[in-house]
């Protein structure tokens, strides 16, 4: 299974749509996951046209339309493993502590969040923490970024810089 991860997309605010790479490279996978700052709901329907599997939270910046279209943390399986799916809000610098506090009860093998615009890729005691930093926006980061997750055998994920 082959997993797109992008978050913190803030459409329209920090660019009027995806980028076009990153829309490209999501039509080759089967489940796209957002993890929150869409802004518009328009994010998630331009995502289904590319594949039907999209998964998404909502964000600290997400108005109230997209709020109550999508909640704000989701633990699903996803080719046999469970995967944690927030925003994150807060520090970004205690990001991977808080979103392990918040899924410490749920088994989840796979934690994806946004929120600090900066990509994340590691592993600590036995799971994996994943941030696809922002296709959109480099305020916090020096590169734009999303991610793909291929669960087979075993789990690889890896940031790909835009």
Not at 119 to 133: A, I, T
Request: net charge negative.
């Amino acid at each position: 299974m082959k997993i797109g991860v992008i978050a913190d997309t803030h459409i329209p605010d920090r660019a009027d749509e995806i980028p076009a790479q990153v829309l490209e490279a999501l039509k080759s996978v089967d489940m796209i996951v957002h993890a929150g700052d869409l802004v518009d709901l328009g994010v998630l329907e331009r995502l289904r046209n590319i594949c039907h599997n999209v998964r998404a939270v909502w964000g600290n910046m997400d108005p109230y339309e997209v709020r109550k279209q999508l909640p704000e943390k989701e633990v699903f399986i996803a080719g046999g493993h469970r995967i944690g799916l927030i925003h994150g809000y807060g520090a970004p610098l205690k990001l991977i502590e808080l979103v392990s506090g918040i899924f410490k009860n749920d088994g989840a093998e796979i934690i994806i969040f946004g929120h600090a615009h900066c990509p994340v890729n590691e592993q600590r005691g036995g799971v994996l923490y994943f941030n696809p930093g922002s296709p959109t926006d480099k305020v916090y980061c020096p590169y734009n970024s999303y991610g793909i997750i291929e669960i087979n055998d075993k789990i690889e994920a890896k940031i790909i810089r835009i």
